[in-house]
């Protein structure tokens, strides 16, 4: 998927660049497919802001996934969508009683191929099977962590796993993060890589497209007053005042690991994404 970029006839222009999408062939959603999503501009339910720099953005409809991809015959694929609630593209589905449901669009799927979910099913990209009956070395992406949930990892434009080993009755998946993770060899997962590669290579150009996302401006801590941020205060451009940078709440920033130390998950993880 190549980016186009315009003659820059405004300022906006001459840095901005856009998606070709040349693999979209259906420009309007399943109606029986999509559900209303609120807007909650990061508020929790007692109208507290929680996430800062939320408001505003488009007019946006939630796409139903099918992400647990329960054993079925063949399935036609009639159309590659734009989806605005993820990075990915997604295709329609069409199995022969005429039922109808969304999956990632892996790459090189396109418009009448067939796809298949279960044991059975070949090596072919968009085809779901258990991770048991997939070859080691093979690219994967929708992974399953709990068996029949449904995928939760390698969900992203462009990114896959890999199928490492499998081993002691269970499968060693390497994350795109780089972490190599244990999976249960009943989880399913989906071959091939996620589409829409070239996604992260998109020039945004204006402010405009960022608060059409929804996200509103953010603003330095130093710029602030300090009753505001622990960065804020002094004469014209002082220091932070601080050892190291610190969070609006005054937590440290920048390297400071939240993720629980105890997490029942440890014992899962063979190698961290950031190990030497």
């Not at 969900?155 to 993770?181: D, I, Y």
């Amino acid at each position: 998927m190549p980016t186009i970029k315009y003659k820059p006839t405004t300022p906006a222009r001459r840095n901005m660049t856009v998606p070709s999408f040349e693999e979209i062939t259906k420009s309007t959603p399943e109606r029986s497919l999509i559900v209303i999503k609120k807007k909650h501009a990061g508020r929790n339910s007692y109208g507290k802001i929680t996430v800062r720099h939320r408001g505003g953005g488009n007019k946006i409809k939630y796409r139903i996934i099918d992400f647990k991809r329960a054993d079925t015959t063949a399935n036609k694929v009639i159309g590659i969508e734009y989806d605005p609630n993820r990075s990915a593209y997604i295709a329609l589905l069409q199995n022969e009683n005429g039922d109808k449901s969304y999956i990632i669009a892996p790459v090189g799927l396109t418009d009448g191929m067939t796809v298949y979910s279960g044991p059975d099913a070949d090596i072919k990209p968009g085809n779901t099977l258990p991770i048991a009956n997939i070859p080691t070395g093979t690219f994967i992406h929708n992974i399953e962590i709990y068996p029949g949930k449904g995928a939760q990892l390698a969900r992203s434009a462009g990114v896959f796993a890999q199928l490492v080993a499998k081993e002691n009755g269970v499968a060693q998946v390497r994350l795109p993060s780089g972490e190599v993770r244990i999976i249960r060899l009943d989880c399913k997962a989906t071959i091939g890589q996620v589409g829409n590669i070239e996604h992260d290579t998109v020039k945004v150009g204006k402010a405009g497209k960022t608060r059409h996302k929804g996200i509103r401006p953010t603003v330095r801590g130093s710029v602030m007053n300090p009753c505001d941020h622990p960065h804020g205060g002094g004469e014209g451009r002082s220091p932070i005042g601080h050892p190291g940078p610190l969070t609006p709440w005054g937590k440290p920033a920048l390297g400071y690991k939240t993720r629980n130390k105890k997490a029942r998950t440890d014992k899962y993880i063979v190698k961290r994404r950031n190990a030497k």
